[in-house]
Nanobody, 125 residues
Framework: QVQLEESGGGLVQAGGSLRVSCAAS????????MAWFRQAPGKEREFVSA????????VYADSVKGRFTISRDNAKNTLYLQMNNLKPEDTAVYYC??????????????????WGQGTQVTVSS
């Protein structure tokens, strides 16, 4: 079993920055593809970004491309999402997800077996 715990959410003004983290309990964290998804009130969960197990490749949703950066520190079993130039429409609960069988980063939430509880990010205008 893999446990994921997000942290770092909070309230920030539009144009500001925030970094959320996801600590994983997996002993073989370095073999897991990881991703961030988000869900705003009244909306479906949507893909934000994903990174391969090696960190060599990453994909982003068009809505965050150029503003968000995903990264991982396999020595610390931690996934990050650096969010810059935040907009009110980025307000959501952010979830990290993990899967051991994925070879590459994937934007499909059905590909991921493990999910965290989420961290709230609120961007005020």
């Amino acid at each position: 079993q893999v446990q994921l715990e997000e942290s770092g959410g909070g309230l920030v003004q539009a144009g500001g920055s925030l970094r959320v983290s996801c600590a994983a309990s997996a002993r073989r964290f370095r073999t897991y593809a990881m991703a961030w998804f988000r869900q705003a009130p009244g909306k479906e969960r949507e893909f934000v970004s994903a990174i391969s197990w090696s960190g060599d490749s990453a994909v982003y949703a068009d809505s965050v491309k150029g503003r968000f950066t995903i990264s991982r520190d396999n020595a610390k079993n931690t996934l990050y999402l650096q969010m810059n130039n935040l907009k009110p429409e980025d307000t959501a609960v952010y979830y990290c997800a993990a899967d051991e069988s994925l070879v590459a980063a994937s934007a499909r939430d059905t590909e991921y077996d493990y999910w965290g509880q989420g961290t709230q990010v609120t961007v005020s205008s």
